[in-house]
């Protein structure tokens, strides 16, 4: 049984610890968060030690690894120590805003050979997994064009907004990394971006909407189009265009059912109107997968360098926005 200790009790690290209280071969040992009430509630609801001293839950020895769920600023340091506590790690995306940072981070852990996957849980989804496994078994012939849509119900506080590193490192990253997921390395990156949203997003100096364009090393594009609100739900769509066909994986609805009347047909329930009810499964399938992988001693997928890849990516955005030139990026 795999021992697992949550660093953070925030939305996302709550949907880990329910994830790894469900696995049949994983045990949630302990909960840390600086905040008491937290770290308490969530160990009580799963029956693992709560703890506020990260070096007290590291120095466990009978924990085998870590899941960093806190805030962005606080992944290099738990990861850092993780690894040099002899612990395999599970962290959230983004490693950190900052490249040269996470550049840092390997300087200092590379030489272990950790056992570091990254969360980019997308990756997971069986739709999306379909399709690249599909692409890749050359049921479409040779991959020309990817289109990503990607759009929240609702935009975030501007509270959350003003210190997310903005869109492109915040939630386009998802993207990002589903794109270097089907067309591997990626050489160009043109990014436009708009404030039609909100208000509050404007005055913190981030945009609400964007369309990204990248080249693959092969020629291959890719188009990713982002928003900050969609007033139909969650929008999730991905579609893969090869010269002999293409694979779509449209929304997901909560049944299959459709209307057909006199004054509409094709009517349908609302997509799934959140993240945690779209990509509940995924979250699922991507402990098994760090699971698996810390029992076999195996390489998982995604890790460190493909964390550091899709920061690359909104990095360049970031870097095109500004300017309104394409970046290139890579050798």
């Excluded at 953070?8 to 329910?18: F, K, P, S, T």
């Excluded at 995306?93 to 840092?104: Q, S």
């Excluded at 496994?133 to 907004?161: F, H, K, N, W």
């Excluded at 990509?279 to 360098?305: C, N, Q, T």
Aim: charged share 25%; hydrophobic share 45%; aromatic share 6%.
């Amino acid at each position: 049984m795999l021992r697992v200790a949550l660093f953070g009790c925030g939305r996302i690290g709550r949907v880990h610890a329910e994830a790894v209280a469900g696995h049949p071969r994983a045990e949630l040992a302990w909960v840390f968060d600086p905040v008491e009430t937290a770290a308490k509630e969530v160990a009580s609801q799963y029956g693992a030690a709560a703890s506020t001293d990260a070096d007290a839950v590291l120095a466990d020895g009978s924990v085998d690894a870590v899941i960093v769920a806190s805030p962005t600023p606080t992944h290099v340091d738990l990861l850092t120590r993780a690894v040099h506590a002899g612990k395999a790690v599970l962290c959230e995306k983004p490693i950190d805003l900052d490249i040269a940072r996470v550049d840092a981070c390997w300087a200092e852990i590379g030489a272990a050979d950790p056992l570091v996957m990254l969360g980019f849980n997308r990756r997971f989804d069986p739709s999306f997994r379909e399709i690249r496994d599909r692409v890749t078994a050359g049921e479409i012939g040779r991959l020309e064009q990817v289109v990503i849509i990607s759009r929240d119900p609702a935009p975030p506080p501007a509270g959350y907004v003003a210190t997310s590193g903005g869109l492109f490192r915040d939630m386009t990253i998802h993207d990002f990394d589903m794109a270097l997921f089907l067309l591997g390395d990626v050489v160009e990156v043109h990014a436009m971006g708009s404030n039609l949203v909100s208000p509050e997003i404007e005055e913190v100096g981030d945009i609400d909407g964007a369309v990204v364009t990248l080249r693959s090393a092969d020629g291959a594009l890719a188009q990713i189009t982002n928003s900050r609100r969609c007033a139909y739900g969650y929008d999730q769509r991905l579609e893969a265009f090869g010269s002999t066909g293409m694979l779509i994986a449209q929304n997901q609805l909560p049944t299959s059912v459709r209307y057909a009347g006199a004054e509409r047909s094709e009517s349908a329930a609302p997509v799934l109107n959140f993240f945690l009810q779209r990509y509940g499964p995924a979250y699922r399938a991507e402990l098994d997968h760090f699971v698996s992988a810390v029992e076999k001693g195996a390489r998982p997928s995604p890790d460190f360098a493909d964390g550091r890849a899709a920061l690359v990516l909104a990095d360049a955005a970031a870097e095109s926005l500004r300017t309104g030139r394409t970046v290139r990026v890579g050798g």
